[in-house]
């Protein structure tokens, strides 16, 4: 009989994901001089939910699906993050990007702490009736854990509007009233914000933009390359477009297109509307497949996808002068050493892509307020908060010369460190 041999088991969100994100802390850590005891808390979730949930499908069948959500810090209030829709979600998934929720808001200076959620599934699988089962399920599972003050979910990956309506309704439902304040990214007829849909991919245009100023480029002559054609990559698309850059590439999960005076966006948006993606688009352009796009000859490469695309197996063909990161976690640390050493500037997801959790909290505080704000104050107030974010990012990375991401981490973390600090360890 063989004796069982008893390692230390692994953590439970021990993922690569996860580790991509501990890699990232554990050495902005080795910059930001905060006390150990902030440190070793902030390394792990306060909290994980596990669920699975059964749902009926159309066909009779009832399938049971895994669905996560992951509560990072409520150091600086109540905890905000998206909820995606995804056949790679999991645990570790969940935990790494409820981190660098907690990092983006901090950095923002936003009253909230960092959360993630999703559920493994193909949306694109499924039919509206059956994501609907779906996510009123998963709201009626989560519902002792979200709240208002607690826990507020938005959209993410293949979740939009309308799913948060769902969630919106169930938790209304479960409490008796309406409770907009639950979601954020939600319909405007219901307490939505208006600018919050292009909120996301607005900012990563704002970001963009400012570096250009402080590099010395207009942004009116850049040639772009945009991956990801969803909400995130397609708004960034036409705010690039709307002022004046050339978007020379643009792709989705289907593939991607390419031509060297700049495509037509309006035109690509229309196709996509009508056909559910790019597959087939062919007017004018040459097709490309996503390796040959992030490998494109170009100013500007805006990453707006998903996680783990330039890595250290594709780093050494990234052909731009400037990485904008619109997804969260593109760039694996491999593929940041890589760009690094090849004098490759990265704008970090937790800045750049922070436009969609600061309108969040607009949206916030306009529903618990019940009074709602105009679209130019919304993008004036985010401009504002884009801003103030760049400079102190930019500004950190000058004087200490070190990468945007540890400038933005090293920032971000000082940010939670302090009110820890002065709330202390309970008890
Ligand atoms: P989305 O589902 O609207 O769009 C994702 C896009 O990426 C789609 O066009 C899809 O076809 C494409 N895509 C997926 N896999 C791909 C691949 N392997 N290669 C090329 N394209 C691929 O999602 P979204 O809301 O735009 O989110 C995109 C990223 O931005 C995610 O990392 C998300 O976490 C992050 N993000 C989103 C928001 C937001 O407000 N929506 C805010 C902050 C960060």
């Given at each position: 009989m063989t004796e069982a041999v008893h390692h230390a088991p692994i953590l439970e969100w021990d993922t690569p994901l996860y580790r991509q994100a501990s890699t990232q802390l554990e050495h902005a850590l080795t910059l930001a001089d905060i006390p150990d005891f902030v440190a070793s808390r902030l390394k792990y979730p306060e909290r994980?939910?596990?669920?699975?949930?059964?749902?009926?499908?159309?066909?009779?069948?009832?399938?049971?699906?895994?669905?996560?959500?992951?509560?990072?810090?409520?150091?600086?209030?109540?905890?905000?993050?998206?909820?995606?829709?995804?056949?790679?979600?999991?645990?570790?998934?969940?935990?790494?990007?409820?981190?660098?929720?907690?990092?983006?808001?901090?950095?923002?200076?936003?009253?909230?702490?960092?959360?993630?959620?999703?559920?493994?599934?193909?949306?694109?699988?499924?039919?509206?009736?059956?994501?609907?089962?779906?996510?009123?399920?998963?709201?009626?599972?989560?519902?002792?854990?979200?709240?208002?003050?607690?826990?507020?979910p938005a959209p993410d990956m293949?979740?939009?509007?309308?799913?948060?309506?769902?969630?919106?309704?169930?938790?209304?439902?479960?409490?008796?009233?309406?409770?907009?304040?639950?979601?954020?990214?939600?319909?405007?007829?219901?307490?939505?914000?208006?600018?919050?849909?292009?909120?996301?991919?607005?900012?990563?245009?704002?970001?963009?933009?400012?570096?250009?100023?402080?590099?010395?480029?207009?942004?009116?002559?850049?040639?772009?390359?945009?991956?990801?054609?969803?909400?995130?990559?397609?708004?960034?698309?036409?705010?690039?477009?709307?002022?004046?850059?050339?978007?020379?590439?643009?792709?989705?999960?289907?593939?991607?297109?390419?031509?060297?005076?700049?495509?037509?966006?309006?035109?690509?948006?229309?196709?996509?509307?009508?056909n559910g993606s790019l597959e087939g688009y062919a007017d004018g352009v040459r097709r490309i497949s996503n390796a040959e796009l992030l490998a494109l000859e170009c100013d500007i490469l805006v990453l707006a996808a998903r996680e783990d695309q330039v890595t250290g197996q594709n780093a050494a063909d990234v052909r731009a002068k400037l990485v904008a990161e619109g997804a969260n976690g593109p760039t694996s640390v491999e593929g940041d050493a890589i760009l690094a050493a090849r004098g490759i500037p990265v704008l970090p997801d937790i800045l750049t892509n922070a436009g969609g959790v600061t309108v969040s909290y607009f949206e916030w505080v306009q529903d618990l307020g019940r009074l709602f704000w105009d679209r130019d104050e919304i993008r004036r107030r985010l401009a504002d908060k884009m801003s103030d974010a760049f400079d102190r990012v930019w500004d950190v990375a000058q004087s200490r010369d070190i990468a945007l991401r540890d400038a933005a981490l090293v920032a971000a973390i000082r940010e939670v460190s302090a009110a820890l600090e002065a709330r202390g360890l309970y008890p």
């Open positions: 994980a939910v596990i669920l699975s949930l059964p749902v009926r499908l159309d066909d009779g069948t009832v399938r049971t699906f895994p669905a996560y959500r992951v509560q990072h810090s409520s150091v600086l209030g109540p905890t905000k993050g998206g909820i995606r829709y995804d056949e790679a979600v999991d645990l570790g998934e969940c935990a790494a990007l409820a981190m660098w929720m907690t990092w983006k808001c901090a950095l923002l200076r936003l009253p909230y702490g960092g959360a993630k959620g999703g559920v493994r599934c193909n949306a694109r699988a499924l039919s509206q009736n059956e994501l609907a089962r779906i996510t009123r399920r998963f709201t009626a599972e989560l519902a002792p854990f979200i709240g208002p003050q607690q826990d507020i293949a979740t939009n509007e309308q799913t948060m309506a769902w969630m919106m309704d169930t938790y209304s439902m479960q409490v008796g009233h309406a409770v907009p304040e639950i979601v954020t990214g939600k319909p405007i007829s219901i307490g939505g914000s208006v600018f919050r849909h292009e909120a996301t991919g607005a900012g990563v245009v704002m970001v963009v933009e400012r570096a250009c100023q402080r590099l010395g480029w207009s942004l009116a002559e850049q040639r772009c390359v945009v991956q990801g054609f969803g909400n995130v990559g397609g708004i960034a698309a036409t705010e690039l477009h709307e002022k004046g850059a050339s978007v020379v590439a643009v792709s989705d999960i289907s593939g991607g297109v390419y031509a060297e005076d700049g495509l037509p966006i309006p035109e690509l948006h229309a196709y996509v509307a009508e």
